[in-house]
């Protein structure tokens, strides 16, 4: 689990790291980018101020990208999968985030 960041609110912007496989590849990049499962009323100001608090580097750019709902069926019943929001976090050349 990642180091939790609070807003003015107390409410946690970024819940934590997303670890898939396309997020690990992008971290080893000559450009690394760092993807966080963020709140869903967080806004890119309040997330670059929170990974500067947390993590000590600036970020030159951020995306935020709303994932949906997704129905699943499991042992024949149907269900949903949680929508998310996250952020990528786009780092200078040669910086890393460290937990």
Known sequence: MS??????NNQTIL?????????????????????????????????KREVTRLYKVVPTRINIINLPAKKITRKGKVGTRAAVKKAMVFLKAGEKIES
Do not use: H, M, W
């Open 3 to 8: 180091k939790i960041g609070k807003n003015l």
């Open 15 to 47: 819940s934590q790291p997303r670890i898939t496989e396309k997020a690990t590849v992008l971290t080893e990049g000559k450009y690394p980018v760092y993807t966080f499962v963020i709140d869903p009323s967080a806004n890119k100001t309040e997330i």
